[in-house]
């Protein structure tokens, strides 16, 4: 008998992806497709719903084809951009209006006046979460307000509301299930952290109607069943991004502690069992959930960190690629004076000011290319070090860093990352650990292993280890320039 192989759906903001697994954590495959991105005006991010179903499909279609069929597949595990929101019709499957990125930040303006009416201390402390545009419940109140499809599909009783994977799944199963898991459904703003279920109480503070939200699920275990691939192949984990991400790095003990470096950067810390209540203004979050058991994590969110490199290659032109960063990094002894705040979506954590606006100072006519992306790849660091700092106020110092993302093949970022937290950071050989958390997920729900900790001692390979090395002279210079930039923005 061949060894099971575990199937990923991992659609992330910029592209939807399909892995291929074995038990072993092997990667055996992969199709990748881009997703548009949709900016109809300043602050608002969308993207197609439907696009982001045809292409994950084709692409879940072409591992199926490469592992022998659907019958060789022993789980299928997904993971997915939080916070993002699709509205459907339950009746015809299609969706009612463009899904509203987690980026996007048009209910600014509701969430001001749920703080000014005094609602924020009530909904931080059942759900962990702020009342900040980033959560997914004010963007299901908006497109009631402003999309009429999807208001009319409301009251005709024919709407479905969802995050990306609730999407997902739905299609996946022509329709027969709308869950949630229990990672994803915490990002809403309309689940209390100990509550199985979305709260009554916090769907009509937002005016969003209940009847409307999925069930909410465990994060692995037997969750569903999909037939479009020729044999049935069981659904058995998924979870939001970041909370992957966090159990592919083997986070999976109280204070183990991960940072992805993506479109943005999230750190989470392992709580265990314990609800967390930050007085830092970080998150609170579930990580996992088996059998209606839940763990949490204490949770730091920039909105802005590979986005930003983006932004300097496609909108500036100021780069031809990603990678060209690092060498201009190198080639100067250090940015001169430039510092690069990129609230170009608003601040994240621990500042929570979707107002602010991204800045770039300290520059003279001395200043080239080099200075601004040295200046881009330092912020990752400054962003880092700020949230550290949060979390060591609430009682979660970190004593190690590992990290992963897109971001971290940057040699010279991770070194600066070491060196200004003044901390050991560990990188995966693999990257990859948002889809192999998904897959380790689906492993431990399929029984292919026992628990999450089985999982990762045979999934999780070789690691590097980044050691501070930077003068202490030079971190305070660098500390002092972006605390000062940081109060301009």
């Known amino acids: 008998m061949t060894d099971p192989l575990i199937l990923v759906l991992d659609e992330g903001t910029t592209s939807t992806r399909a892995m291929l697994f074995g038990a072993d954590g092997g990667q055996l ?13 300043s602050g608002r991010v969308e993207h197609d719903a439907g696009e982001i179903w045809e292409k994950t499909l084709a692409c879940a279609k072409e591992m199926v084809s490469k592992a022998g069929g659907a019958e060789k597949i022993a789980a299928i595990g997904i993971t997915n951009q939080r916070e993002t929101v ?76 969802g995050t990306v994977e609730s999407w997902l799944v739905f299609k996946l199963t022509n329709g027969a299930l709308h869950i949630s898991d229990a990672s994803n459904a915490s990002r809403t703003l309309l689940l209390a952290l100990d509550g199985a279920n979305f709260d009554e109480e916090l769907c009509e503070l937002l005016g969003v109607p209940r009847d409307a939200l999925p069930q909410v699920v465990d994060t692995h275990g037997a969750l569903g069943e999909t037939e479009l691939f020729g044999a049935a192949i069981p659904i058995c984990g998924m979870a939001g991004d970041q909370q992957a991400a966090t159990i592919g790095q083997g986070c999976l003990s109280p204070g183990d502690t991960k940072a992805t470096y993506g479109t943005g950067a999230f750190v989470l810390a392992n709580m265990g069992e314990k609800v967390p209540r930050s007085q830092n203004r970080l998150l609170g979050t579930v990580l ?52 690069l705040v990129p609230a170009l979506s608003g601040l994240g954590a621990p500042h929570w000011r979707p107002e602010a606006r991204a800045s770039i100072s300290g520059l003279s006519f001395a200043s080239g ?13 400054h962003q880092t070090r700020d949230l550290a700092s949060a979390f060591a106020a ?59 900790a089985d999982a990762a001692e045979a999934m999780i390979g070789d690691k590097s280890l980044f050691t501070p090395a930077m003068g202490k002279e030079d971190r305070e210079r660098r500390l002092a320039n972006w605390a000062d930039a940081l109060a301009k923005t």
């Open 86 to 161: 699709v509205a459907w019709d339950r009746e015809t499957g299609e969706p009612l209006c463009r899904a509203i990125v987690w980026q996007d930040r048009r209910t600014a303006d509701f969430c001001a006046q749920l703080k000014q009416a005094g609602h924020e201390e009530m909904v931080s402390q059942r759900t962990g979460l702020l009342l900040d545009p980033y959560f997914s419940g004010t963007k299901m109140r908006w497109m009631l307000d402003n999309e009429p499809a999807v208001a009319d599909a409301a009251k005709a009783g024919r709407l479905a509301l």
């Open 394 to 452: 609430d009682g979660a110092e970190w004593t190690s860093l590992k990290i992963d993302g897109g971001m971290v093949a940057n040699n010279w970022m991770v070194q600066d990352i070491a060196d200004l937290l003044e901390l050991d950071v560990t990188r995966p050989d693999f990257v990859e650990t948002t889809a192999l958390g998904a897959a380790m997920l689906a492993a431990v729900g399929a029984g292919v292993h026992a628990t999450l």
């Open 288 to 339: 996992s959930q088996r059998d209606g058991k839940r763990s949490y994590a204490l949770e730091g969110s920039v909105f802005v960190a590979g986005s930003l490199i983006k932004w300097l290659r496609d909108t500036l032109g100021l780069i031809d690629s990603a990678a060209e960063t690092e060498e201009l990094a190198k080639s100067i002894p250090d940015s001169d004076g430039v510092v």
């Open 369 to 381: 290319k080099a200075h601004i992306a040295r200046a881009a790849l330092e912020a990752m660091a």
């Open 29 to 41: 495959g992969g199709a990748q497709q881009d997703l548009t991105q949709h900016y109809p005006r």
